[in-house]
């Protein structure tokens, strides 16, 4: 499963990418951003297209709380040994996809 070789298997660049990014001169930290922000980008379009009724907003904080999920979790040690950690982290995300946020209106 790509989710298992990208993340589990190298969370160590994954820590890395997270932490270390603030620290890579302007250009290289751009070049990053941009990569993340259209990788997260093309997964709200995903979810606003299958979720008709999402906002982009609403999809971006569900998108980032799914990745924010999936990189912290596999950067734990005894948790990236998990068996089924790759179905694991599936159930959570999509719970988590499955989500609708409050709405602001009364």
Not at 62 to 88: E, F, K, M, S, W
Request: cysteine-free; overall charge neutral.
């Amino acid at each position: 499963m790509v989710l298992h070789d990208l993340t589990v298997t190298s969370s160590h660049l994954t820590g890395a990418l997270i932490i270390k990014v603030v620290h890579l001169p302007g250009e290289q930290r751009y070049g990053i951003r941009r990569l993340q922000h259209d990788y997260v980008g093309e997964w709200v379009l995903l979810l606003t297209g299958r979720e008709p009724g999402l906002t982009e907003p609403e999809a971006r904080v569900i998108t980032q709380a799914v990745l924010a999920i999936v990189n912290d979790l596999t950067r734990i040690g005894h948790l990236r040994r998990r068996p089924n950690l790759d179905d694991d982290l599936a159930t959570l995300g999509q719970a988590v996809l499955a989500t609708r946020l409050p709405s602001d209106a009364p």
